[in-house]
């Protein structure tokens, strides 16, 4: 009995400390093989020291609200690393050994200054989160395709004005935001990602409805406000079972009443 007591405030002791947010480098680096979460957000930091690469226990790092414009070659030292959040920094590029960190599962990287998405990027094989919105991105690196386990994809706020055809590798992708772009048209492997459940393209340039939408049959919410010149909506739309929002604009149509829908619940938002 006390040998399962003692077990218990063992387990117990090493929950609570696993789960201790640090705040600082100097109380992490005290004790450096304890932090696992780090959280250096709102310090007007303009630069990582290189001693982040002596933690290494660490599965969080929060680095947002600061004013870092590159990162420590030694970031790849954290091998345990599942997530980073460098929100609102002033980046433009990322380490190579960024891509050693195959344990990574979340990384946001919004509202920085990045106009290349880092081919790096494509190293990370674990990755089920990456939000790029809002920064200056032209081009995606056709490397993306090895992100096979990715599950959202927020690319909104860019400058996009091509996907490139390796998206259809995204097999797993289930929620894709690239609103607020220049996209003109959709690679015809798009009707490949057949998980997607969500997927916004507002405020965008296309020339035409991209049709392998319609055999994204896992496709619940779908915003094509403002998308470009679509005109007169496909009737293979109504085909999609799961569709229980659609977010359109004055300027297009519909060739059938809502009721028409295999899902007859559907909310159809017209965005003035």
Do not use: W
Not at 18 to 30: G, Q
Not at 62 to 81: H, K, V
Not at 154 to 162: A, G, I
Not at 169 to 196: G, I, M, S
């Amino acid at each position: 009995m006390k040998k399962l007591i003692f077990l218990l405030l063992i387990s117990t002791s090493l929950r609570a400390q696993k789960d201790t947010v640090y705040t600082s480098m100097e109380a992490a680096l005290a004790h450096p093989e304890r932090v696992h979460i780090l959280s250096l957000a709102h310090k007007k930091l303009k630069e990582l020291p290189a001693d982040i690469g002596k933690l290494i226990h660490l599965e969080a790092l929060d680095l947002s609200n600061n004013r870092l414009t590159a990162l420590p070659e030694e970031i790849g030292q954290l091998s345990e690393l599942k997530e980073i959040n460098l929100f609102h920094n002033r980046l433009t590029s990322l380490p190579l050994g960024l891509g050693k960190l195959h344990h990574l599962q979340r990384l946001v990287l919004s509202s920085n200054r990045f106009t290349i998405l880092p081919a790096v990027i494509g190293e990370l094989d674990s990755l089920k989160e990456l939000s790029v919105k809002d920064n200056q991105l032209i081009s995606l690196p056709d490397n993306i395709q090895n992100l096979a386990n990715l599950k959202i994809l927020s690319l909104s706020f860019n400058r996009l004005n091509k996907i490139p055809q390796g998206i259809g590798n995204l097999v797993k992708l289930e929620q894709l935001y690239l609103d607020h772009n220049d996209v003109q048209r959709l690679p015809p492997a798009f009707n490949n990602l057949k998980n997607l459940n969500t997927l916004s393209l507002e405020k965008n340039s296309l020339v035409e409805f991209p049709q392998a939408i319609c055999e994204l049959t896992q496709l619940h919410t779908l915003n094509l406000a403002r998308s470009g010149y679509i005109g007169t909506l496909p009737s293979c739309l109504k085909n999609i079972e799961q569709l229980d929002v659609l977010v359109l604009d004055p300027n297009i149509s519909m060739p059938f009443p809502g009721e028409f829908f295999h899902n007859a619940a559907i909310k159809i938002v017209v965005v003035q």
